[in-house]
């Protein structure tokens, strides 16, 4: 948890205005606190109520916005809830992703890239890899793309 706070980039604070340059000055004494409670927020697979909630602030998405479709919503934690996230992220599917390791009968998720770090590049490059293996040998082949982007536009 050190490594993290003291490598920390300026960000925006979340709702308790703790900036990332206060964390990483800090770390040496505010490491054990802070470990403590992300250790138990893991061990528990729970995420504290303080940790998940965000100030949300809509960000155009084109340069003269005339009606709510022309934004998005921009979600911004903790500096802390933030680090925990990636870290979490980059550990791999176990603690964060339990349907992965141990999916429900009938789940696949060979072939799942949301909410993964590499998601949209990985998921690009198998579709078309994919389809063209397919492709060598089906003289045609079905493919159900489902897009829920706009899904997720609404502040």
Sequence with gaps: MFHILNRLRPTATGLDDIPAW????????????????????????VVSNQQKKAIITPVPKVSKPMQPNDFRPTSITPVVSQSFEKYMVRLGPSPEYPAFQEPTSGLYFADQFGFRPTGSTTAAITIFHTILTMLSTNPFII?????????????
Aim: net charge neutral; aromatic share 10%.
């Design 22 to 45: 206060f964390l990483q000055l800090s770390a040496p004494i505010f490491v054990a606190p802070i470990a403590q409670v992300i250790n138990q927020s893991v061990t528990a697979r």
């Design 143 to 155: 493919v159900i793309a489902l897009d829920f982007s706009k899904a997720f536009d609404t502040v």
